[in-house]
């Protein structure tokens, strides 16, 4: 009577583990690349996961321009400034006409407060995209306005405004900008 009922527990435990065991891999489905599953997981804001995957991308295939440009932005979402301009320059050694990892650098430079070196950065990115690019010339406007703002030592925000003096006592505030 004993025997009966152990069988019969073991029998129900193997059918509840059988429905929780996850499903079988079909062996002769293509894996997804590591850059794919990283540019995915970064558009979902996941960007240590993101990083992650773009490293076993550089183990699987090589760390061409493409997955070190890859590297650099998920450092650059996770702050990690120093990191991703190291790897940023990399990528423009591996391949100094990609225009993602020109621009990548450039909004890594404007982080660090070089915006003069982020300028001449984004003039090549934009001239390399021949200006197509809406986010590469807005880019670069800003890095030309905040380029001229440190000139000025006094005008760090560009929301500083000054007084002139015109004709008879009128005073117009005009921007910097």
Known sequence: MAVGCLVACQWGAGDATSRNAPPPV????????????????????????????????????????DVLTAIGAANLKLGRLGQAEQILRRAVEADPDSVPALNNLGVV???????????????????LDSGETESIRENLRLAIARSELTVYPDAED????????????????????
């Open 26 to 65: 079909d062996a002769r489905g293509e894996a997804v690349d590591g850059l794919t599953v990283g540019d995915r997981l970064m558009d979902a804001g996941e960007y240590e996961l993101a990083l992650k995957a773009y490293l076993r991308a550089a183990s699987e295939e090589g760390a061409d321009a």
């Open 158 to 177: 560009p929301s500083v405004f000054s007084l002139v003096r015109e004709g008879e006592g009128e005073a117009p505030i005009l921007s910097e900008l």
């Open 109 to 127: 430079l404007i982080e660090q407060g070089k915006a003069g070196e982020a300028k001449r950065v984004f003039e090549q990115a934009y001239a």
